[in-house]
């Protein structure tokens, strides 16, 4: 089930959409996987080796950066000239194979009618892995990459302007699809539809904080499925 209705407005905007973004990371697979926690433990390895100081000093720090500069490598980048490409290979060299195929969310995504893409704050290399682990790679028309965000992350508003100009993305006629909230609010304010994908470690706050959140799911699958079929009816 769709898990909040905003009104027939906003459904009648869902049965025209034309362009559906995902974001990658503990959007498009489960975080139950654990494979953003390979991610994690390599950025505080990394850290710590960059910079020869303890883990719980580096993981403090890789904190720090996520939470002032939206993602820490860009904290790494401004204060302390790290190289994005080499911080990049490192943290994305994981174990790809903890996902599997997964049939349902293909299935879902062959059904939506108009452009799909994949708005990632990591590179286009790792979202080929675990697109290619899902089963799911050919659906997308591009990959939006920190690379192709000049390295600028979500959620900075000139990430999304760059994005949407890039592809040609109408934003009113776009569902965004995300698992952090605040990556969320950029795309309200250009008139996206937004659907904030909840799991244990990111469950929904105060309403305040969720207003530019349209809908909530915790289960992406489902909210295609559900979309899809009133699609069908409209
Ligand atoms: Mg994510």
Redesign the pocket.
């Known amino acids: 089930m769709i898990d909040k209705i905003k009104g027939a407005d906003r459904l009648n905007k869902i049965a025209g959409t034309e362009f559906w973004i995902f974001?990658?990371?503990?959007?498009l697979y489960p975080a139950s996987s654990n494979l953003?926690a390979q991610i994690d433990a390599k950025m505080k390895d990394f850290i710590a080796q960059a910079f020869d100081i303890p883990v719980e000093d580096a993981f403090k720090l890789q904190k720090k950066y996520y939470h002032e500069y939206g993602t820490t490598l860009r904290g790494l980048m401004v204060n302390d000239g790290i190289d994005p490409d080499i911080f990049l290979s490192y943290v994305h060299n994981i174990d790809h194979s903890v996902l599997k195929p997964d049939k349902a969310l293909d299935r879902a995504l062959d059904s939506l009618c108009g452009q799909k893409f994949i708005y990632?704050?990591g590179s286009a290399k790792h979202a080929t892995a675990v697109t290619n682990q899902l089963g799911i790679s050919h659906h997308f028309a591009a990959i939006f990459d920190i690379s192709a965000s000049d390295y600028i992350p979500k959620p900075d508003p000139a990430s999304y302007a760059n994005f949407v100009a890039r592809h040609a993305i109408a934003p009113n006629r776009a569902v965004m699809f995300?698992?952090?909230h605040k990556?969320l609010k950029p795309a309200a304010d250009l008139g996206m539809t937004t659907v904030f994908v909840h799991h244990a470690n990111n469950a929904p706050t105060g309403a305040q904080e969720m207003g530019h959140c349209h809908y909530l799911t915790d289960n992406l699958v489902s909210w295609l499925q559900s979309a899809n079929t009133y699609i069908a009816r409209s």
Do not use: A, H, P, V
Not at 23 to 27: A, E
């Open positions: 974001d990658l990371d503990n959007t953003f990632t704050n995300e698992d952090s990556n």
